[in-house]
């Protein structure tokens, strides 16, 4: 990769051009620009929104695989591993003085102002390779919340013991057509809309499914699972190991956020010193998710025990009250369609400014079509982008087909997230930007906690790449049924 590509990854997150360090005024920050209004409350809220969404559903199938023992002992080391490190990410922010040094807007900014170009390159091809998975996530997710809906009709008609086969290939169909059409939205700015919704629908499925745990777990008069976790009997001791390991990447993609943490720090005031205020902000809201996670997923285990759907809403666990199931799934897909967005949006940008920097001259790249639009601005139509985002949406929509595993897909992407991004990157930074000694003990933790991570992630990803071989064996592509 070329120093040009490279430099693009950069503009790929939306990173602005530096301005020149100016005196702060009454309406202008340091850096230049209009003054931040962002506060702890803001903060607080924008992580918990960008945490809380459809891994949460997972977790119940993830305390299942490790048991009452593990599994809340997990979710919560899970917890503050990420907590810990989100302070060191804060501390990065500014390179130089913590108050008055040069600010980063983006997480991949940090990384190359702290760790130079070489490391750089790794942090762009891991977050958008880390993009691209999610977007195959989501369209699964989608799909299966849009068969649940079919199957909850089915049952409502026929009776809880009937098939109602459904497969799922027609509605990733849908899914892939709906997200070509919001594709053409020009950029980021753009959908901040779409991006509300989602993060309302995610409070509300997530709510709905832990009520519905709840009621579960009162119907039964009893709490079920065990110490232990699912039982060798119920699957192979094989089996039970690599299902633990999958359950480690599960909840690692229900705590992954780190890539928007030095966004939204970008958006906080001061004084107080933005990373002061961010560190607490990162405080309540993990505080916040993890609470709500133990019962999502404590509840979960105690109502199904072993038997805990990969995905809470969708596994048919419950099927009464249906319209309350239905309009959490419908929840669930309306999040899931602005969610692509969110994530695919960067890829476009990173592709599309990468294109114009290579071929300037190229009408086919740079021309914009304007295209009347009665009541409204014209819309600028844009060939090579109207091509080049329908081959990516196509292209996700068909590896979603041919690996539909909602579970697997969540503990690949949470591994392969987790370590790269949540540890290893901002433990690198912390160290450079404070110069930490080598061997002084400060150091020796930051490496051992690094290395423990990896090995976490390491067996996630192992177990989660096990469990999709295992589906496979099984699979027919484009006709599964549910």
Known sequence: MDEKTASNYQQGFEVSADFASETPSKFFDDDGRPKRTGTLVSASAHIITAVIGSGVLALAWATAQLGWLAGPTVLFLFSFVTYYCSCLLASCYRTGDPVTGKRNYTYSEAVKSNLGGFKFKICGFIQYFNLTGTTIGYTIAASISMMAIKRSSCFHEKGHDSPCGINGTPFMLLFGAVE??????????????????????????????????????????????????????????TQKIWRSFQAFGAIAFAY????????????????????????RAALISVITTTIFYMLCGCFGYAAFGDHAPGNLLTGFGFYDPFWLVDIANVAIIVHLVGAYQVFAQPIFAFVEKTAREYYPESKFITRDIQIPVPGSKPYKLNLFRLIWRTMFVCMTTIIAMLMPFFEDVVGILGACGFWPLTVYFPVEMYITQKKIPKWSTKWIFLQMLSVVCLVISVCAATGSIVGVINDLKVYKPFKTMH
């Open 180 to 237: 070509i059409l919001l594709s053409q939205i020009p950029n980021f700015h753009e959908i901040s809309w779409l991006s509300m919704v989602a993060a309302v629908m995610s409070f509300t499925y997530s709510a709905i499914g832990l009520g519905l745990g709840i009621a579960k777990f009162a119907e039964n008069g009893k709490i079920k699972g065990s110490l232990g976790g699912i039982s060798v009997g119920e699957v192979t001791q």
């Open 256 to 279: 992954s956020y780190s890539t928007v943490l030095i966004e939204i720090q970008d958006t906080i005031r001061s004084p107080p010193a933005e990373h002061k205020t961010m560190k």
